[in-house]
């Protein structure tokens, strides 16, 4: 028996040796790598409308669609649309991107990081993909705080730290929205938005679909905003007709 004891350390030295050229001939993958790949997003679109089914421009009403809260619909009639920040060539709240009229978005696609930059007011948004939290003392702002990951094709972009919102689509600082996007049967991106506001509403508010339509071939126009509010005091333009 002690001399078969050679014989098989000779045998696990050399099995020892392949696994270690082996495993130099292997490829590594760099740090933070994705196992699997994802879609590109990166490109010009015409961003899509998601309609809300609360309806919009401060005439909101409770359905089974709609489940806005008394509370909501307290704090919306403490304004009206003279008090509309577009008016003063302000921007307005997440909500509004979600739901304006189709106008370009330029999507820049990275490894840990998603800059979405749309021409409306020449908003930019960051989705950080690297799972980095908001700090404990960051800011509600109009935008939030954007966090995305990869299930699958699709991306989820979750958005917490939003400041309170009363115009176009209402939502609280409690607000937290989720975006899924995913590329659509003729090349551009649908876009499902969920909000999660239990200030606001009473269940979670599901907009209606858009889809952002590829326009390789388009650009991002300086944005140029006319304050409306000086037309509007000169009498050049009949407010309350307007938004009728």
């Not at 704090?75 to 991107?97: I, M, N, Q």
């Amino acid at each position: 028996m002690r001399n078969d004891v050679p014989s098989v350390n000779r045998v696990a030295t050399r099995s020892l040796a392949v696994a270690a050229v082996l495993s130099l001939c292997l490829p590594t993958l760099p740090a933070g790598a994705q196992s699997k790949a994802v879609p590109d997003f990166s490109g010009i679109y015409r961003s899509g409308r998601a309609n809300s089914p609360c309806g919009l421009e401060g005439v909101y009403e409770r359905s089974e669609r709609c489940p806005i809260t008394d509370a909501a619909l307290e704090r919306v009639a403490t304004v009206d649309h003279y008090d509309d920040p577009g008016l003063r060539c302000e921007a307005d709240g997440l909500g509004r991107l979600f739901t304006r009229l189709p106008r370009p978005v330029r999507i820049t696609q990275r490894d840990d990081e998603i800059e979405i930059f749309y021409e409306y007011f020449a908003i930019q948004r960051t989705i950080h993909l690297d799972g980095e939290p908001p700090g404990p003392d960051h800011p509600h702002t109009l935008h939030g705080y954007s966090v995305g990951r990869w299930e699958g094709d699709t991306l989820v972009v979750e958005t917490t730290h939003l400041s309170e919102n009363l115009f176009t689509l209402p939502t609280s600082e409690e607000a937290r929205t989720v975006e899924r996007y995913r590329k659509s049967e003729r090349g551009g991106l649908y876009l499902d938005v969920v909000i999660h506001d239990p200030k606001f509403y009473d269940r979670p508010l599901a907009l209606e679909r858009a889809e952002f339509t590829p326009t390789p071939d388009d650009y991002i126009a300086e944005w140029e905003c006319v304050t409306q509010e000086a037309l509007f005091t000169e009498g050049e333009i009949d407010l309350d007709a307007f938004f009728d």
